[in-house]
């Protein structure tokens, strides 16, 4: 069973920076992009960028754009969030998600890791 576990959360203090991982495991991975996604609560799901394992091309959130970078290492079936200039407002559990093909939905989920920004 293939699953997706990040790491790296914490509490950072604003303006600081945090790098998550997310590792992919098990028999048959099988990925066409991988994403990040964050959800603060009381609010929606909300995405904040993808790469493509093939190519690395990434796509971000306006939201984040600048501050924040993936990357992926296709050796270790891992992709990275690295996250600077952390604000209060960045304060979620962010999750990373696979994309089988290039014409499914996000099907397979890792199990999120928490990130506070203090003031």
């Known amino acids: 069973q293939v699953q997706l576990v990040e790491s790296g959360g914490g509490l950072v203090q604003a303006g600081g920076s945090l790098r998550l991982s997310c590792a992919a495991s098990?028999?048959?991975?099988?990925?066409?992009?991988m994403g990040w996604f964050r959800q603060a609560p009381g609010k929606e799901h909300e995405f904040i960028g993808y790469i493509a394992w093939s190519s690395g091309a990434t796509v971000y959130a306006d939201s984040v754009k600048g501050r924040f970078t993936i990357s992926r290492d296709n050796a270790k079936n891992t992709v990275y969030l690295q996250m600077n200039g952390l604000k209060p407002e960045d304060t979620a559990v962010y999750y990373c998600?696979?994309?089988?093909?290039?014409?499914?939905?996000?099907?397979?989920w890792g199990q999120g890791t928490q990130v506070t920004v203090s003031s």
């Open positions: 998600a696979s994309r089988s093909t290039v014409l499914s939905t996000y099907d397979i």
């Open positions: 098990g028999r048959g991975f099988s990925s066409y992009l």
